[in-house]
Structure formats: C-alpha cells, structure tokens
C-alpha cells in the first residue's frame, strides 16, 4: 500500500515540474500573476542550461537531507568505491546518464508543444517498461497486455496536433521534432526504471537517486561547456527561482518514486504513474490556462484508462 501512495505523490511532483518548464520557456496566463514566463526559448542549449541549473540545486539539497532520509546514504556512496561493488557504482551512473537523457529530450518536447501532448506522449513509457522487463527479466506480456499496448499507441497518436502533420511550417516541423523528443524521453525513461530495479538488488534507493543527480548534474554541466552557449541576454532572477522550485520538487519526487519501486517493482510503479499525463492535463489548465481540442484529450483518456487497465490486469512482483 505505501509503494502506491509513494508513486501517486511522487506524479503530483512531476507534474508541477514539468508545468514549470512550459512557463520557463513560453509566455503563460498563471492564475493570480497575470502573463509570466518566457525567459529562454526553447532550444538545446537552453534545455542543457534549465537541467544543468535544477540540478546544480538539487544535487547539495539532496545531500542535505538525505541524511535525514537515509542515515546510511555516505557510508553507503563510500561502500560503492569498493572494487566488489564497481558493478553497482555502473549501474548507478547508468542511471544518471539514462536521467541527463530522458530530462534533456522532455524538456525539448515540452519547449514544443503544448505540456499535455508532451507528458502524454511521454508516458507511453510504461509499454516500454513492459517490453524491457520481458526482455530482462522474462516477464512477457500477455495477449491482453498487447491490445492494451496497441490502444496507448492509438491515444498518444490522436494527442498529435494535426497542423504538426505537415512540414510545409517551421512551426509544423518544430511539432513534429516536440513528439518525437516525448517518445524518445519516454524510452530513456523506461530504460531509467528498469535500471532502477535491477540496481536497487544491492543499493538503496537515496544513494542510487544521488548518484543520478550528480552524474546528470555532470553531464548537462560538460554539453553546455562542449556546445553552444546560451544566449547572453536571460533574465537570471526567474530562472534561479524556476530551478531552485523545481530542484526542491525533483528531489522529492524521485526519490519517493524510486523508493515506490523498490517496493512494488518498475512495471507496478510505471503502470500508477499513468495518471500523470490526466494530472498534467489538469494542472496545465488550472495554473496556466492551456487547453486541448476535444481529440487531443480523447487521446489522454486513452491511454490513461489503458494502461491503467495494463496495471489491474497483472501487476508483477518485485
């Protein structure tokens, strides 16, 4: 019962941040503030800076509380510098790789399109969940679960904006690039989960998700040394503000989920987590007025009962 409840608040963070990000880069209507929001556009560039600087925040306020958390949590990180246990210090960098890439393509994709087509297309990760852990650890997917499978598909593509169907309009083409980037981060995502669970055999789930942080951390760090600058002219104040809340909710969120995981498995937590893209459909709508055609949210409906009928059908054990 408590993996269920930890993966049911740990998707009310996610859903805030990635609202948060929508705001960051594109001018909104937030309820009591009036039109806030654009202060980057959304390009590579800047989707390696909004991850370096939540990471940046995210990574001491980890170490700070942790501790509380976990008290074990550097006797453990010390544990993982053991060369008998070099196989999950990997495991754990891997996830923080798996991390850098799932944040950096989801914050393109929101950048892109609207925040409930990007989170839904997104969270066709748990097929992806399904499909790696029948590959992994010999969990195949029934004949119902394959019709499941099929219906999300069909919902996600009927979220698709139909103007993104044609490539005749920069704009289009971006569109194209924002579902693209959602699937891509929705694969990242899942190879993330199924990491997770394999790692959690030997480490914890606070030291694992730290060691995440600081290799994203890393790595978001290195792509905006070895790439393109960001523009000169950002109004910094916003953004610390954006990425220090933002780091806060980060924390909070993966470690409760990753905690959820190791109570009830990658596939069970994945297959809760369905509700977020209805979540972020609401909360888009309620803090910043962003609204889908009846189609688009038809498909949200889809894909969110679908798998959450996957998840009822037969929810693996740990």
Excluded at 43 to 58: E, G, I, V
Excluded at 108 to 132: D, R
Excluded at 195 to 214: C, D, G, L, Y
Aim: glycine share 8%; proline share 5%.
């Amino acid at each position: 019962m408590w993996g269920y409840c930890l993966i049911l608040l740990s998707s009310a963070f996610f859903c805030i941040q990635n609202v948060l990000v929508r705001v960051l880069f594109t001018p909104q209507t937030v309820v009591g503030f009036g039109e806030v929001g654009g202060y980057v556009p959304p390009t590579l560039s800047h989707s390696f800076l909004l991850l370096f600087l939540r990471m940046l925040l995210a990574v001491p306020l980890m170490a700070i509380f942790s501790v509380g958390v976990y008290p074990k949590i550097w006797a453990d990180l010390r544990q993982l510098a053991h060369p008998n246990h070099r196989l999950s210090l990997l495991h754990a960098l891997g996830g923080g790789a798996l991390m850098f890439a799932y944040l950096a393509f989801l914050y393109l994709s929101i950048g892109l399109v609207t925040t409930g087509v990007a989170m839904t297309l997104f969270f066709t990760f748990p097929i992806f969940t399904a499909l790696f852990a029948w590959r992994f650890f010999g969990d195949r997917p029934s004949q119902f679960q394959w019709v499941i499978i099929g219906l999300v598909i069909l919902g996600s593509t009927l979220t698709i904006p139909r103007t993104s169907l044609s490539l005749n309009v920069d704009g289009n083409a971006a569109a194209l690039l924002g579902i693209l980037f959602g699937f891509i981060a929705g694969i990242a995502y899942a190879l993330y989960t199924i990491n997770a669970q394999k790692s959690f055999e030997k480490i914890h789930p606070v030291p694992f998700t730290w060691i995440s942080f600081a290799t994203a951390l890393v790595l978001s760090g290195g792509c905006l040394w070895l790439g393109n600058s960001p523009q000169s002219a950002i109004d910094w104040a916003p953004l610390w503000i954006g990425s220090l809340i933002s780091g806060l909710v980060t924390f909070a969120g993966h470690v409760l989920y990753n905690s959820g995981i190791r109570l009830i498995g990658a596939t069970a937590a994945a297959m809760i987590g369905t509700i977020n893209p209805a979540l972020t459909v609401v909360l888009a709508w309620i803090a910043i007025q962003e609204s889908l055609t009846p189609l688009q949210t038809t498909g949200v409906v889809i894909v969110t009962l679908s798998v959450a009928a996957l998840s009822r059908h037969k929810t693996p054990s740990p």
